[in-house]
């Protein structure tokens, strides 16, 4: 609660729960904001825009703002779904490594150093090849299994440091049993980097299903941003100067993208008090989500 | 000597665990794993080439295990099949065409990136709080939030089919013959303008705010105070106390950040029909080519490694703390 009253008087973060507040609420009310079905003829094929056609046709002659604000759906559900799947394995294992040491930890550490140098775009374009034309869920599911590793690193290498803290001693000699102390004393004190981490994730997951799609992995008949990509591209829509085809969810990626990024610097303002005024500072986003973050 | 040992045997296991997801992937899928892998194929192989293939990824009369070691058996000496599209040009010869355009527009981006992301985070640090450090900032977060694909072709929109000032594709002009001459130079630079700046655009973002955490970081430490205090100039407690102490952790981030990259220029050669890996990755994937698609997780696994080994390396220069581990 604390972090959310502190989010609010950020005007990054602000920002950032705007839009995506914004986002989340055309998600909700797609079938609201437009008359057409976004997987219908409506007009004629490569319509500009128009008092009828807000964002102009497709080459299908489908409404580009019916499949938009439908799509924002399937993005947001893959974002978040994979994001909070990456998080909850790059938390479990993160903790369980940095907290029991010993064996467990070399083993999970050495999984996931594996899994960093094991270039992910190739190893998800391989996995999504043979399973055909993969569908948003099943998307988002081999994104989270493949995609947590960076997760364990950072919560790991925190976890260490706060396993020498006095009130993890002192949890240790009341005889806590070791799942209590992760869950009650450990984990309360992470929440800030699994707010990174979580948030960092569904930027990955979004720009990665985006990206999957584009290159044909995807089910062409799902409404999604990347299926809207990957369908403008194969119509050639902007040598036949239908831009607003492609552009549309170009910049509907960005616009989700900023917002994500601008909380997800937020957050890191706020979990590192050296330099407040400055702020995005700290040890643990060394790295920040370059390593993983975009495509 | 012994941490490069370590990290040589690391990267060896890491490239097994990238055969070994290869070799069982197709065999786990429901269905005939033959069939799945080689048929795009039709009726255009003949029984011996199909034969030849089937060896190559260790579909063999034998136990599993067995099957196992003919397919680790090619990959270690290199074969990696043969393309099914381009029936019968090896994979190893195809991606490896491919490989230097992608290596060469990576590599000059990835060096471009980095030096102005460094300096941008540096320069963002040393006035933190201040306009620069804001816009800097502001700037770094929308360039690493947006995805690749979003930016490649919005530059093709506006600078290719809009303004017309950049070509809208390939690497060099198709008309002329490759050569060490300035004609074909010239317009291999001016065909890679766009999807370098691309690829310039959506990896400074990153370099940038990790420079500046780090440097951030440092400036509260004694021996910054304590070159200040001995009045040295500004630049020069700027740039050799702190700025080179903070590139230690950018360095090692580079490392993680080069599987990124490869991503990152994987899409801008499709959108600007570049023809490197990821142009030749994506005909692969329309006409399901599995070899090459297979093979091209080895090949990007082990330029990933060799760059991390690279890494490795520049790292004990850095860190001569290392030199004696």
């Known amino acids: 609660m604390k972090l959310l009253s502190q989010l609010l008087h950020n005007k990054k973060a ?55 604000v439908h799509g924002a759906r399937v993005s947001l559900a893959v974002g978040f779904g994979a994001g909070l799947l990456i998080t909850v394995i790059g938390t479990v294992l993160g903790i369980i490594a940095g907290y029991k040491g010993g064996v467990v930890d070399e083993i999970i550490n050495f999984f996931t150093n594996m899994v960093l140098v094991i270039p992910n775009l190739p190893l998800l374009l391989v996995l999504a090849a043979f399973i055909g034309q993969a569908s948003p869920l099943v998307i988002a599911i081999i994104l989270g299994f493949t995609s947590w590793a960076w997760g364990v690193r950072v919560t790991r290498s925190e ?19 070791s799942w209590r102390i992760m869950l009650f004393e450990i984990f309360p004190n992470l929440i800030s980097i699994v707010g990174i981490n979580f948030i960092g994730s569904v930027i990955f997951a979004v720009i990665t299903e985006a990206t999957l799609e584009f290159l044909g992995l995807g089910d062409p008949n799902t409404v999604s941003w990347g299926i809207m990509l990957y369908n403008a591209q194969n119509s050639a829509a902007l040598s036949v100067g239908a831009w607003w085809d492609l552009l549309s969810p170009c910049f509907a990626l960005a616009f989700l993208g900023l917002g994500l990024a601008l909380l997800n610097f937020a957050i890191d303002e706020i979990a590192n008090p050296r330099l407040r005024t400055g702020g995005m500072l700290n040890r643990w986003t060394r790295m920040v989500r370059i390593g993983e973050g975009k495509l | 000597m012994t941490f490069l040992l370590r990290r040589l045997a690391f990267y060896l296991a890491a490239f097994l665990v990238a055969a070994t997801i290869n070799f069982f992937l197709p065999r786990m899928l429901p269905g005939d794993p033959i069939a799945i892998m080689f048929s795009s194929a039709g009726a255009d192989l003949s029984l011996e080439n199909l034969n ?25 000496t290199g074969d990696l099949g043969r393309s099914i599209k381009y029936f019968p040009l090896p994979v190893t010869e195809l991606l490896g065409r491919a490989l230097i355009w992608t290596l060469g527009l990576m590599g000059i981006a990835t060096v471009i990136s980095f030096t102005l992301g460094s300096f941008l985070g540096v320069f963002a640090a040393w006035r933190r709080g201040r306009l620069v450090d804001s816009v800097i900032s502001l700037g770094a977060i929308f360039s690493s939030s947006v995805p690749a694909v979003v930016v490649s072709l919005i530059m093709l929109f506006v600078f290719g089919y809009t303004l017309r000032w950049f070509p809208n594709g390939y690497a060099a002009n198709p008309l002329l013959d490759p050569a060490w001459n300035w004609q074909y130079i010239s317009s291999v630079l001016y065909h890679g303008t766009l999807p370098m700046l691309t690829l310039v655009f959506v990896l400074t ?17 004694d021996y910054i105070v304590m070159a200040r205090a001995k009045g040295l100039s500004d630049n020069n407690v700027m740039l050799w106390y702190a700025a080179r102490n903070a590139l230690l952790p950018t360095v090692s981030s580079l ?23 990821g142009n030749t990755l994506y005909q692969a994937i329309i006409a399901r080519d599995y070899p090459v698609i297979q093979g091209q997780l080895l090949i990007m696994t082990a330029a990933m490694l060799i760059s991390n080994f690279v ?9 001569p703390r290392l030199k004696k581990a």
């Open chain 2, 255 to 277: 490392a993680i950040a080069i599987g990124t990259i490869l991503g990152g220029s994987l899409v801008t050669e499709v959108v600007f029909n570049y023809p490197g890996l």
């Open chain 2, 205 to 221: 973002g990153g370099f940038a705010v990790t420079m500046r955490n780090n440097m951030i970081n440092l400036l509260g430490e």
């Open chain 2, 52 to 76: 030849a293939l089937k060896l190559t990824f260790g579909f063999i009369d034998a136990p599993l295990h067995e099957q196992y070691l003919a397919y680790l058996q090619s990959v270690f």
């Open chain 1, 159 to 177: 976890t260490l440091s706060i396993r020498q803290r006095d009130f993890v001693k002192s949890a240790e000699m009341l005889g806590e049993p």
């Open chain 2, 311 to 319: 890494v490795d390396l520049s790292y004990v220069l850095l860190d």
């Open chain 1, 14 to 68: 602000l920002v950032g729960l705007i839009i995506l507040t914004i986002i989340v609420l055309v998600a909700i009310f797609a079938p609201l904001l437009t008359e057409y079905s976004p997987t219908r003829r409506v007009g004629r094929p490569h319509q500009a825009p128009s008092w009828d056609h807000w964002l102009g046709t497709t080459r299908l002659g489908h409404d580009v703002f019916a499949r938009l």
